[in-house]
């Protein structure tokens, strides 16, 4: 019998596959050649196999030549299960 939490980790993992896999209109490509989601001040990267949150302020640095002020952070190692299925199913409605 497969456990809860096995179950758990099996929708995390598939949401987070659907919202790395998403190609509707809210994807765009940035100067840097990376797909990403407008997230208000920051943006979502998309496409590299683990979705990832990066600041609006760093990209326009990484645009012009210079380091970033902070790393990019994985939604998946931050986010909760249910906000993972949300944005999932967000990003699912816009393809409609």
């Not at 809210?26 to 920051?42: E, F, Q, S, Y």
């Not at 030549?65 to 299925?85: F, Q």
């Amino acid at each position: 019998m497969e456990t809860f939490a096995k179950r758990r980790e099996a929708l995390r993992a598939d949401a987070l596959k659907t919202i790395d896999t998403y190609n509707g209109k809210k994807a765009v490509t940035l100067p840097t050649g990376v797909r990403a989601i407008d997230m208000d001040d920051a943006w979502l990267l998309i496409g590299t196999g683990a979705p990832a949150l990066r600041h609006k302020r760093d990209q326009r640095a990484i645009e012009k030549g210079l380091e970033p002020s902070w790393e990019d952070v994985p939604i998946g190692e931050k986010w909760s299960t249910g906000d993972l299925c949300e944005l999932a199913d967000r990003l699912q409605q816009t393809n409609d």
